[in-house]
């Protein structure tokens, strides 16, 4: 067990409807990533929050944006679903001091379905 | 930006044999290789790693590789066993911010 838990495991949500996925981050870590698999690819990274703010994004359109809680924890929210987003949402968290950082420990994703 | 390409997609292999993974990376920046074996149903787990100042690392039956020069590291399992059957990523990650670039993973099947 990685310590990072993910909810929900599973969801199916209706094409043009908005999600909201949940990540508890590890103890001690201040960094948290959020990255998409779809069958077969490896993961591809959308966002990075460190201490409360984006710290970097991927190749995602706006309608995929997140935050990051006090507690570290965090969310991914996204709009207008496409049936294109239905994937694995993984998320990753780590720790980030004065440019260093440990590895990314993830969680056992949220499994996406757009109908 | 960073890309990583990752060989063979599929690896099968018999009990106790060796396996190979290789990868190439884009970006002579990268200093940090993780790797990953993510099972059926769950999210990837970290077996090993390597920072871009050692050329190999080892960890029991796991060994990594890295040559900066050709900007290429492999993995190496040793005496594999049927619950190595996984699929295997490898990444690049720039430094100052762990954002990895991932390849498009390994499905290793081992053969009892």
């Known amino acids: 067990e990685t310590g990072v838990t993910q909810s929900p495991t599973h969801l199916i949500k209706t094409r043009g409807q908005q999600v909201t996925l949940r990540c508890s981050s590890q103890s001690g870590h201040n960094t948290v990533s959020w990255y998409q698999q779809a069958l077969g690819q490896g993961p591809q990274f959308i966002f990075q929050y460190y201490r409360e703010e984006e710290n970097g994004r991927g190749n995602f359109p706006p309608r995929f944006s997140g935050l990051q809680f006090p507690n570290y924890s965090s969310e991914l929210n996204v709009n207008a679903l496409e049936l294109d987003d239905s994937a694995l949402y993984l998320c990753a968290s780590s720790s980030a001091s004065q440019g260093t950082d440990t590895e990314a420990f993830f969680g056992q994703g949220t499994r996406l379905t757009v109908v | 930006g960073e890309n990583v390409e990752q060989h063979p997609s599929t690896l099968s292999v018999q009990e106790g044999d060796s396996a190979v993974i290789k990868c190439t990376y884009s970006?002579?920046?990268?200093?940090?290789f993780p790797w990953y074996k993510q099972e059926l149903g769950k999210g990837p787990q970290l077996i090993i790693d390597?920072?871009?100042?050692?050329g190999e690392k080892k960890d029991q039956r796991i060994a990594v590789t890295l040559n900066k020069t050709a900007k290429h590291f492999s993995l190496h399992i040793t005496e594999t066993q049927p619950e190595d059957s996984a699929v295997y990523f490898c990444?690049?990650?720039?430094?100052?911010?762990?954002?990895?670039?991932f390849g498009r993973g390994t499905s290793l099947i081992v053969h009892p």
């Open positions: 390597i920072r871009s100042n050692v």
């Open positions: 990444a690049a990650t720039l430094g100052g911010s762990y954002i990895p670039t």
């Open positions: 970006d002579s920046a990268s200093n940090y």
